[in-house]
């Protein structure tokens, strides 16, 4: 016991002085400023930090392609699919086309015996066709209802003491003898709505699945997952490939769409491959009801600044289960379509929560790095540190006074995500993916103060999106934009003050018209193709009703 203590403390102190060794490092190669290569008159170096940056794309890349190599092997692995599993569905003023669609692909699902949850969050007069749907979709005499004036933490005023205790009991006899069930209980945010359905099951099934209820499952989903999980005990859960339903409806969701992609088929497939997926999306994703039941309280419960958690409800899930020294995994053969919002202000606004619960499980995250590989040590430092590093770089350009540096700083980013979204056409097969570099405008301009503002509002609560049905529009999100763009520009005036004070070498002239000839034609050629390529493929899609198809 003693000796697997000293272990542990070791640990410990390997990995944090493993992780404090990487941020000075990389602080120390950021701050020097040390350069490799440089031309004359400085207009092209390429220095220490940059080469950090490089090799950790490379290594992230080829880590990504070893787990992708995996998981084809996966395929030989024969299993028997006699483990009971559970699919709770959470939904909140769900739109009721996106709910129908839902509930199709759920009866589709090739898993036997499956058991279908889907708990409301709220019970008014409003949220009635929710559960008519489900009854619908599942069918009138398969179907199990229940409308719960309360929920497991919060009594109605309307109910006593016994009623109350009535009521937890119908909710737990009816999700324990019924094979589909829905439940419209009081409003009390997402988390309220999966503790519901995590407590009624209890332990009566061996595997817990989520999904979000504007979320199509593709038939063999909860397949690939039990096949995970059943190939490694010491796999807590596992998530899978989300791509988006509505992908063609406007540019946000377009890019969201190839940027989704990135993210779990590289990013996350490449944590998959060391056993520490840092997210199992609230849309696909699959848990071992044993765990659950080990720190489901402690997850309902959680408090970050003395305040009640409301968001980030699949991020926390994901970091209890690595807390107890158990992997989570990710595989691509598991696939679901979910909607993404198509207006910027509502992808602002999700993007912003999704920033506060990133940086808020980042801090709980840490506790855990020595029960897992160096590389979740690794990553959680380039990662978490990287938007601090690129604003100071971005700053420091945009005020050093010469023009050249502001241009080549844009013609930089879009280089390195152009390089990016090529490896990723070639990964997948897809040439759509080169459109992965527009998103890197969308982050530099939008997301990157979004994260700052995160930060210094992470301790507000809320969904942070509102319901499809009625969509709210919420204009906070723009304020960290406006004073990011202020910044900026503050800092184009000074550059140009500051050029026009000095002669223009001639060679500064013909490099900045040569760097402006590029980032212009790289703009043109890549909008041309968006608008002959993507308006041409949407077209088609909406034609022949494209909703029930995953791409691969």
Not at 327 to 343: G, H
Not at 418 to 444: E, P
Not at 530 to 552: P, Q, S
């Amino acid at each position: 016991m003693n000796c697997q203590r000293v272990l542990t403390y070791l640990r410990i102190f390997g990995t944090t002085m493993f992780g404090v060794s990487l941020l000075v490092g990389i602080s120390t190669a950021y701050i020097m400023g040390y350069q490799f290569i440089t031309t004359a008159q400085n207009h092209l170096s390429f220095g220490l930090y940059g080469a950090i940056l490089v090799v950790h794309l490379i290594i992230q890349s080829l880590f990504a392609l070893l787990e992708h190599r995996n998981m084809r092997r996966s395929l030989e692995t024969p299993i028997k699919l006699n483990k009971s599993l559970a699919l709770c569905i959470a939904a909140y003023q769900e739109d009721p086309n996106y709910l129908r669609k839902c509930l199709v692909s759920v009866k589709r699902l090739t898993y036997p015996g499956i058991k279908v949850i889907m708990v409301i969050d709220g019970n008014s007069d409003d949220d009635l066709y929710m559960m008519e749907i489900f009854k619908e979709v599942m069918g009138w005499d398969n179907s199990a209802t229940y409308v719960w004036r309360s929920n497991y933490h919060v009594k109605s005023p309307e109910e006593t003491d016994e009623s109350y205790a009535e009521s937890l009991q119908q909710v737990s006899r009816l999700v324990l003898n019924n094979k589909c069930v829905c439940i419209m209980q009081k409003w009390g945010g997402k988390r309220e709505v999966m503790y519901t359905a995590f407590k009624a099951l209890g332990r009566s099934v061996d595997y817990v699945q989520v999904c979000d209820s504007d979320t199509m499952l593709d038939p063999a989903s909860s397949v690939e997952m039990v096949k995970v999980l059943e190939e490694d005990p010491m796999v807590g859960g596992v998530g899978g490939d989300v791509q988006i339903l509505n992908k063609y409806e406007s540019w946000i969701s377009f890019l969201s769409s190839v940027r989704y992609w990135m993210a779990f088929n590289i990013e996350r497939a490449c944590q998959s491959y060391f056993g520490c997926v840092q997210c199992i999306s609230g849309p696909l994703g699959m848990y071992r009801n044993s765990l659950l039941h080990e720190f489901l309280e402690d997850w309902y419960n959680q408090t970050f600044m003395g305040s009640h958690c409301s968001f980030g409800d699949d991020r926390h899930l994901t970091n209890r289960v690595l807390s107890l020294g158990y992997a989570t995994k990710y595989t691509a053969r598991s696939k679901c379509l979910t909607e993404t919002p198509i207006t910027y202000l509502r992808w602002l606004n999700q993007q912003t929560r999704w920033s506060k619960s990133y940086f808020r499980e980042w801090l709980y995250n840490s506790m855990w790095f020595h029960k897992h590989h160096l590389w979740m040590t690794y990553e959680a430092v380039i990662t978490g540190f990287f938007p601090f590093f690129l604003i100071a770089t971005a700053i420091q350009l945009f005020f050093q006074g010469r023009l050249w540096n502001i241009l080549l700083f844009l013609l930089i980013v879009q280089a390195v995500a152009l390089i990016k979204s090529s490896f990723a056409s070639c990964l997948r097969g897809n040439i759509v993916m080169v459109f992965m570099s527009f998103y890197s405008v969308l982050y530099m301009s939008s997301l990157l103060p979004a994260k700052m503002f995160a930060i210094a509002t992470i301790n507000k609560s809320g969904w942070g999106t509102s319901g499809r049905k009625t969509i709210v529009v919420n204009f906070i999100g723009l304020i960290p934009i406006t004073v990011w763009f202020t910044i900026l520009f503050i800092g184009i005036i000074y550059t140009i003050i500051q050029q026009t004070k000095k002669p223009f070498p001639q060679s500064e002239e013909i490099v900045l018209i040569v760097g402006a000839v590029v980032y212009a034609s790289y703009w043109v050629i890549l909008l041309t193709l968006y608008a002959v390529l993507i308006n041409k493929c949407g077209k088609r899609k909406k034609e022949t009703h494209y909703d029930m198809v995953l791409d691969v």
